[in-house]
């Protein structure tokens, strides 16, 4: 297939260099740069453009290579979940969440993943490939011009590894902070990685204020390798390391998420094993009652096992919260629409 080159996968400097060789001129391309930035990613609707350039953009680019496939709004709490369909076929969801800051945007990074976390609706879809930068950026712009309203906040928490496709998310972070495109604050974006120990290093060396969510879900490796085979690739101390090692480099605190399992990982010991390895070091320990997912056996720890899990932490000094839920209504959480999605269809 002769693919259009999608303009989101280029910075400015190289879409004004596809423009001006097509003979257009410089502020042309800024125009363009905007409107695709304001969420604009249709050339006919860009109206400040003559209408031939508008044809020959779009003979010759994507912009944006996913389209919105179906969209589920929860009338519980208003989040709002999307489910994309890429050019060759596959599909992602992205989520976005209203909060009294702003709205904030859970992205996917990969079609699937290789993971295999137990718990996972993702899991055992496997990894498809790796998204691009272009479609990376075009969840976010999607949304936004389906809201009419800036995204304050970004969390890559959807399908898929971040740090298992770290360049791409890289240059899609690089480019969503600056002032001429989204004007998104580091401060305000988060990566979520299930343990990638080589990559957490480097991200501490990016430079790059991004929060950093290490999903760690067990106190120790026999209890981690049990739900989460990358534990059989990095020891839990190896991941502590690189862990403590990123918050000294950047005196940045690390989220680690720990979801509940009933009876698998959530018992006062273990909360305590858990309190004694991270006290003193810079974190937060955010507990999510885990999703259940159709035709994988696990249960949610009840609302006391909860609290006593808190509480244990509590007493050791170290900063807990227990993840609110949103969207519960419409699959919100974890992949479950697209693993639905494709169940229903047959495809797995
Ligand atoms: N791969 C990355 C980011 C995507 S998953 C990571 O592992 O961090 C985002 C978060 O959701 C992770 O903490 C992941 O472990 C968690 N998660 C996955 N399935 C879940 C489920 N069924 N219930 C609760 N949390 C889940």
Redesign the pocket.
């Known amino acids: 297939m002769d693919k259009k080159r999608d303009l989101l996968d280029m910075d400015f400097e190289e879409l004004l260099e596809a423009l001006t060789a097509l003979g257009f001129p410089a502020f042309r391309a800024k125009q363009v740069y905007q409107w695709l930035y304001s969420g604009q990613l249709d050339f006919g609707s860009m109206t400040n453009l003559p209408k031939d350039m508008r044809a020959k953009l779009a003979e010759e680019f994507a912009a944006g290579r996913l389209k919105i496939a179906d969209k589920l709004i929860s009338k519980v709490d208003g989040t709002r979940k999307y489910l994309f369909e890429l050019e060759d076929g596959n599909i992602i969801e992205s989520v976005l969440m209203k909060y009294r800051y702003g709205y904030s945007a859970c992205l996917s990074?990969q079609v699937g993943?290789r993971?295999g976390?137990t718990?996972?609706?993702?899991a055992s879809l496997g990894l498809v490939r790796n998204l691009t930068v272009g479609e990376l950026l075009a969840q976010v712009l999607n949304i936004i011009h389906d809201i009419g309203e800036r995204v304050s906040h970004l969390v890559?928490?959807?399908?898929?590894?971040?740090f298992d496709n770290y360049d791409n998310v890289m240059t899609f972070l690089r480019r969503v902070s600056r002032e001429d495109t989204l004007n998104i604050s580091y401060r305000k974006m988060t990566v979520?990685?299930?343990?990638i120990v080589p990559k957490i290093l480097e991200f501490a060396k990016e430079g790059i204020p991004v929060n950093l969510?290490?999903?760690l879900?067990a106190p120790d490796d026999e209890i981690r390798k049990r739900t989460?085979p990358v534990a059989r690739r990095w020891s839990f101390n190896e991941l502590l390391y690189a862990c403590n090692e990123y918050t000294r480099l950047t005196s940045r605190r690390i989220t680690y998420?720990y979801?509940l399992i009933e009876n698998v990982n959530d018992s006062v010991e273990f909360a305590e094993i858990l309190a004694k390895k991270l006290k003193g070091t810079l974190c937060h320990v955010n507990l999510?009652?885990?999703?259940?997912?159709e035709g994988i056996d696990f249960n949610k720890s009840s609302r006391n096992r909860t609290d006593a899990f808190k509480k244990m932490l509590e007493k050791y000094g170290i900063a807990v919260t227990v993840r609110r839920e949103l969207g519960s209504d419409i699959m919100a959480?974890?992949?479950q629409l697209r693993r639905n999605t494709l169940t229903r269809s047959g495809k797995v």
Do not use: Q, R
């Open positions: 990074t993943c993971m976390c718990f996972c609706a993702s890559l928490m959807g399908i898929g590894e971040p979520s990685t299930c343990g969510s290490v999903s879900h989460m998420e979801s999510i009652p885990v999703n259940t997912v959480a974890c992949g």
